[in-house]
């Protein structure tokens, strides 16, 4: 075959050939959003890198030889964490040259939503705190515009997608999907318009109870639809 097509060359020159390209580290990142006290909060760490003294960073780890990125985000989800059956939504790659300290790194971020109260973390390190989003001012690496790419794409996703029910307990009120959407969003929203955006959705069930242990008005208590939650994840990249 290699004399019928003589301009083809075999993977091991390929590489011989330009064996800096084959020394780019790539790796994952992963922004882990929670919701807790009408707040948007995001799972960091504390960097271990001397660069970085003193700042936290995202989750994240190179990806081994013989795993795909998706493998690898779940991986250092799971090890950081303890989490194992939470969505991960692939949302860019980032490939600044000078972008890591170390060498030339790629990564791709990936968001998710948790339920704080639902999921309890298997932290081993006294450095892991959910950090509520509008006062980080400055992360390790480019991670704050990682950070913001996410959470630009979460804003997007919200009123097409109802993945904010990750978020969210079973049951809940319009008052407080409502103030859930503005902590994702960061400003106030009309209340009459909300809702009849929502109710557009056909999203949620209205359930023949109230609210209990509220200071105001205990408001009817909602839940989503079963065959909105099968949708409720994006399509992958």
Known sequence: ?????????????????????????????????????????????????????????????????????????????????????????????????????????????????????????????????????QTIKKLAFDHKQILDTCLNMLREQIMDHPVVHNLLPEKFSLRALQELYEAILGTSLDRRNFRKKIALKSWLSELDELEEDVTHRPGKLHKFKTKALKISAPKKN
Not at 108 to 115: C, K, P, R, W
């Open 1 to 133: 075959m290699r004399a019928n097509h003589p301009n083809l060359k075999t993977a091991a020159v390929e590489k011989s050939s330009h064996r800096e390209y084959f020394n780019i580290a790539v790796s994952v990142d992963c922004v882990i959003f929670g919701y807790e006290d009408k707040e948007l909060r995001v799972l960091l760490i504390k960097s271990d890198l001397e660069e970085f003294s003193g700042l936290f960073s995202l989750l994240g780890d190179l990806v081994r030889p013989d795993e795909d990125l998706d493998a690898a985000s779940y991986r250092v989800l799971k090890e950081r964490t303890g989490l194992d059956d939470v969505f991960l939504q692939q949302v860019h790659t980032f490939g600044a040259v000078k972008r890591h300290p170390s060498g030339r790194v790629v990564s791709t971020a990936y968001y998710s939503l948790v339920n704080i109260h639902n999921h309890k973390l298997n932290i081993d390190c006294h450095d892991l705190h959910w950090h509520p989003v």
